[in-house]
């Protein structure tokens, strides 16, 4: 693996003119080909294998309308005047005419003909029915029907509730999060040619990718989700990849190294690393297509190519960059032949936590431990407009309805009964109701549309409970319970609704989530134990990640359901966390806790192989990937972090999470828990049964085959004593 990157490497070096010239005819034919044949995104929503799924496309089938996306509009009179009055009725029917108007509306019913009017006569709702689903409801159909909201006369007040606005826009929090990355690059690298190298062949992978997903929605559909999650992920990892070959090359060339030695040997050396760090990621990223979600599978796979992408860039453009560079990658003080390099924090902190591995191990535990113990109330739900932000007009008519007709009135289910005869549904129908009345927390429970042969009727249910409470899950499943005994060989009874999706996608993720990590961590284990040769180095990995999921999972739970500290964070009212908010943590944080993993402990290999012992290995591997992983770990929760400035609660949640588990994995685990690890472990760590050596391929990932026989060449240590003990 090392002899085939250092090859690569120093072809990128010799003939680096043709590789960026390579990457600038990729990158114009790929944005053409996004410009000129790429599609556009889609918000299509689908469960395969779920009762409540089954029952939409039962409605799509037999009746379309009411498989529709169904908004509401609250309409309230002025105080001391009521709905049905006569100046009141002619003000509503202009909201009505107008919301009819509105492009694929199918429908618009009058509150007072329907009777929702709530109890004073003053609040109504305007039930608008559109011949597409919520999901496939573009920009310009949310647009469109939030212009309602000029249409009062009278001094009628009208508020368009129905869905929350489409996916966030990428822009400004991206820029802020390049910012910062741009910061901690200049402070880390002290060369204004090495920070914008490393930011300018990430930038480059990002828009590679992203244009590549465009072209790719010419022939597939891609979820509207996928390129936030891409680019988050590719803007990240990319940086990180060009920090860690990057650093390498700047280390042996302040040791006196020559140029084009030093970019063949970083590719070689970090390069292997980069390799191995970026196939965890994409293995944890492409096995969430098993979950048996489309538009996972569509997040997934779309931020493992962009993944993959920044990889092959940091593997040979940026060897081909650093090239043009030369010694400009180096501060000047720096570019003299054996510059001093003074050891850093890093050096410190290993020598610390290696004095007191037990110490450090007890306190990260029971810490880590501590923090994880709120996720065991975590509850998974669906975002509804009540998490929608305070102010905006999904989130007033949302407390306007609850104020006016109860908190259920936000969220009704459908129960959806259907049969070969007319008149055997119709009975079937009426039994469901009967029985579904005699359930606690139903408010109204009453017969829906139905098609026009009768053989499709649905039931509309009322719960006294709000669309995201665990009452309304609960009910749920009684309704679900209760009914099934009513149904013959020729019917079927189904329950859906924006509850009873959230209760199937929290089933199935559930269901999905241990076969998805012994495949995720299975495969990594296989890669692990290739690159270092060691079983208990694989197991430590994981176990580490464990301890992470666990307090970020706790934390969040704590600050977005409990509420701590939730104003901070822009929460104005806590809930339960999105349903395929997990699996995708899990994914994405594994694979980059495995980075790090790579990262550090590749080093810590290399030093004892080349002739350290466990304990100088250990504080030599850290000591040198402390200043590097530091600097990669604030990026990544500076590029993530920026998604926790935006409104929409899912991205704000995704974006708070991914932060704080990469910050706790790169400081807690990896330069904390790994080397007090490892010193307790001594050469245990790197103990490797015979048969298992035998029938290993040989991945030589710390270019132990690039060094030629004899003495070592100098190190770039900065501590002395690490220099001496080296070869004895």
């Not at 054996?338 to 936590?353: D, E, S, T, Y």
């Amino acid at each position: 693996m090392a002899t085939l990157l250092y090859r690569l490497g120093r072809f990128s070096f010799r003939r680096r003119r043709m590789v960026a010239a390579v990457w600038a005819l990729v990158l114009a034919v790929l944005a053409a080909g996004a410009l000129t044949l790429g599609g556009r995104t889609v918000d299509t929503f689908t469960i395969p294998g779920t009762e409540s799924q089954r029952a939409l496309d039962d409605l799509r089938q037999d009746l379309p309308a009411a498989a529709g996306a169904a908004l509401t509009v609250v309409v309230s009179a002025p105080t001391g005047q009521a709905l049905d009055s006569a100046t009141m009725k002619e003000a509503v029917a202009v909201v009505v005419r107008r919301a009819a108007a509105l492009p694929d509306v199918v429908a618009a019913t009058d509150p007072v003909q329907a009777g929702r009017v709530d109890r004073t006569g003053r609040v109504g709702l305007l039930s608008v029915q559109y011949a597409k689903s919520d999901s496939e409801l573009t920009a310009a159909d949310r647009d469109a029907f939030a212009t309602l909201a000029t249409a009062g006369t009278n001094g009628l007040e009208v508020v368009p509730g129905g869905v929350s606005g489409g996916p966030p826009e990428i822009g400004a929090r991206e820029a802020i999060g390049v910012l910062i990355a741009a910061v901690v690059l200049m402070v880390t690298f002290g060369s204004l040619v090495a920070a914008g190298m490393t930011l300018l062949t990430a930038l480059i992978g990002v828009v590679a990718g992203m244009c590549g997903l465009l072209l790719v929605t010419a022939v597939v559909d891609i979820s509207s989700s996928a390129p936030i999650l891409a680019l988050m992920l590719g803007l990240a990892v990319g940086i990180d990849y060009a920090l860690f070959l990057g650093s390498r090359h700047r280390a042996q060339l302040a040791d006196g190294t020559a140029v084009e030695e030093s970019i063949a040997r970083a590719t070689a050396t970090a390069g292997s690393a980069v390799l191995f760090a970026g196939a965890t990621v994409v293995i944890a990223l492409a096995a969430l297509s098993l979950v048996g979600v489309p538009f996972l599978t569509a997040m997934g796979l779309a931020a493992a190519g962009t993944v993959l992408t920044a990889v092959l860039v940091a593997l040979t453009l940026l060897p081909a960059l650093l090239g043009f560079a030369g010694l400009r990658v180096l501060p000047r003080s720096q570019r003299r032949r054996g510059a001093h390099v003074r050891p850093g924090f890093g050096f410190r902190w290993a020598r610390g936590v290696v004095r007191f591995p037990r110490a450090a191990l007890v306190v990260l535990v029971l810490g880590l431990g501590a923090l994880s113990i709120p996720a065991l109330d975590m509850r998974l739900a669906l975002p509804d407009n009540g998490t929608a932000p305070e102010g905006s007009r999904q989130r007033t008519a949302y407390d306007l309805v609850t104020a006016a007709f109860g908190p259920g009135a936000n969220g009704p289910l459908l129960v959806v009964v259907r049969g070969t005869r007319g008149d055997t549904v119709s009975a079937l129908a009426s039994r469901v109701t009967a029985e579904v009345r005699k359930l606690q927390n139903v408010t109204a429970a009453g017969p829906g549309p139905a098609n026009t042969g009768g053989t499709t009727r649905v039931v509309i249910v009322t719960p006294g409970t709000g669309p995201t409470s665990q009452e309304t899950a609960d009910l749920v499943r009684e309704i679900r319970a209760a009914v099934a005994p009513l149904t013959g060989a020729d019917d079927s009874v189904a329950v859906t609704g924006a509850t009873a999706v959230g209760v199937d996608v929290s089933r199935k993720m559930t269901a999905a989530l241990p076969e998805y990590l012994g495949v995720v961590i299975g495969l990594s284990f296989l890669l692990l134990l290739l690159a270092f040769r060691s079983l208990l180095v694989p197991l430590k990995a994981t176990a580490g990640f464990l301890l992470t999921m666990g307090a970020t999972f706790g934390l969040t739970v704590g600050v977005f359901q409990h509420g701590w500290a939730a104003r901070l964070f822009g929460v104005d009212r806590p809930g339960p966390l999105v349903s395929f908010l997990p699996i995708i943590m899990m994914g994405v944080l594994f694979g980059l806790a495995m980075d790090y993993e790579v990262f550090i402990v590749s080093r810590v290999r290399e030093e004892f192989k080349h002739g350290s012992n466990p304990t100088e290995a250990t504080i030599a591997g850290v000591g040198h990937g402390a200043r590097v992983v530091t600097a990669a770990a604030l990026i990544m929760a500076a590029v993530f972090g920026g998604f926790v400035l935006i409104d929409d609660p899912t991205i704000k949640t995704i974006g708070f999470g991914l932060a704080l588990g990469v910050l706790m994995d790169a400081f807690l685990i990896r330069m904390t828990l790994v080397p007090a690890v490892l010193a307790l472990l001594g050469h245990r760590a790197w103990a490797f049964p015979r048969w298992l050596d035998r029938i290993t391929p040989r991945v030589d990932i710390e270019g132990a085959g690039l060094r030629p026989p004899g003495p070592a060449p100098r190190h770039a240590a900065p501590e002395p004593e690490l220099v001496r003990a080296r070869g004895r």
